[in-house]
């Protein structure tokens, strides 16, 4: 993306700018693509599902979201909407559904997620969307990973440690883990606890639902390591 080149928007985007915004041509937009920060741009010609844009002047540079996953179970549509959208908000940069032995549902609409996703950059100033990954097995996810990124595992079971008291502040590449609605199965937890790069954490005295506890969890990272701890730009 640079000055004074002209874009041509997707169907989709076209229509959301003709349709659902009514703009205009000489109407000014904000531009993104991931990569090359947030540019002014300003609508040359729309119409019926179409419209060119012509880029001005770069507003903000690329910045990076911090290098945070989020692995979880798959959950309903609605809520599993909404947790796409809130954990993109909350900085995430990889979302990564996980089949475990008690997920209830195992079909993941991943360009719908992916959808929620972009949305959800435009709406909170993002400059870059999360990765959406297909779902995976959650044995098959462990087996591939690089023990140099650390998992937060989100323990029901009240045995593990606040949150507070028992996640470490090391910088570096993390991922939050979150089971099922009807929670991990005793043999995974074992597991998972008897892996050097992962760290039990308890999420209060409360049973939370999925999605709450995923936010939760990660609200509880970006205050502890991440970059709530950062000045407002």
């Known amino acids: ?46 119409g019926r599902g179409k419209a060119s844009l012509a880029i001005r002047s770069q507003l903000r540079p690329q910045s990076a979201s911090p290098d945070l996953w989020l692995l979880f179970a798959p959950i309903k549509r609605g809520p599993i909407d909404f947790l796409a959208q809130k954990a993109t908000e909350l900085g995430v940069s990889a979302l990564r559904p996980v089949i475990t032995r008690n997920t209830a549902v195992e079909r ?50 009240g045995t593990a440690p606040p949150v507070a008291d028992g996640l470490p ?19 995974e937890l074992d597991a ?18 999925a999605d709450t506890a995923a936010l939760a969890a990660l609200s509880c990272w970006q205050a502890l390591i991440g970059d709530w701890r950062q000045a407002k730009r």
């Open 108 to 157: 993941v609409n991943v360009e719908r997620l992916r959808a929620n996703a972009v949305e959800a950059a435009e709406q909170c100033g993002r400059l870059d969307v999360p990765e959406v990954a297909e779902p995976q097995p959650l044995d098959a996810v462990l087996a591939g990973w690089s023990p140099g990124r650390r998992i937060m595992l989100c323990d029901e079971t």
């Open 169 to 187: 502040r090391e910088p570096g590449p993390w991922a939050v883990l979150v089971g099922p609605e009807g929670g991990f199965a005793p043999a």
């Open 192 to 209: 998972l606890a008897k892996t050097p790069f992962v760290t039990r954490v308890g999420l209060g005295p409360r049973i939370l639902r």
């Open 1 to 46: 993306m640079t000055a004074a080149a002209t874009i041509e928007a997707s169907p989709s985007q076209a229509h959301y700018l003709g349709t659902v915004m009514r703009l205009k041509p000489g109407a000014e937009v904000a531009l993104f693509n991931g990569r090359d920060g947030e540019w002014l741009a300003h609508i040359e010609r729309i």
